[in-house]
Nanobody
């Protein structure tokens, strides 16, 4: 079972940037697709982006396309979410999640498809 720890959250002004990290341990990261989700108070958890185990497939929800970028460094067992041009509505707790897949190009953004989750990191966008 993969263990995940998110970091990099914080307070940023609108238009600013943050880079979230998702550090993995307990298994070989390259065998797992990794996705980022977020949940704002009173709202459902939302899938933002996913990267396949091989890194060959990446997907983004429309609300973050062109602003967020997902990447991974399997040698460091870490997945990143670069967030630029942040908006007030991006305020939420951000989670990374992992799912083992023998299909190295597999990716998804449905939370029910992911079995391992981090504890979350708070991102607050405010002036």
């Amino acid at each position: 079972q993969l263990q995940l720890v998110e970091s990099g959250g914080g307070l940023v002004q609108p238009g600013g940037s943050l880079r979230l990290s998702c550090a993995a341990s307990g298994s070989t990261l390259a065998s797992y697709a990794i996705a980022w989700f977020r949940q704002a108070p009173g709202k459902e958890r939302e899938g933002l982006s996913c990267i396949s185990g091989s890194g060959s497939s990446r997907s983004y929800v429309d609300s973050v396309k062109g602003r967020f970028s997902i990447s991974r460094d399997n040698t460091k067992a870490t997945v990143y979410l670069q967030m630029d041009n942040l908006k007030v509505e991006d305020t939420a707790v951000y989670y990374c999640a992992a799912q083992f897949s023998r299909i190295r190009a597999w990716c998804a953004n449905r939370s029910t498809l992911f079995g391992s989750w981090g504890q979350g990191t708070q991102v607050t966008v405010s002036s």
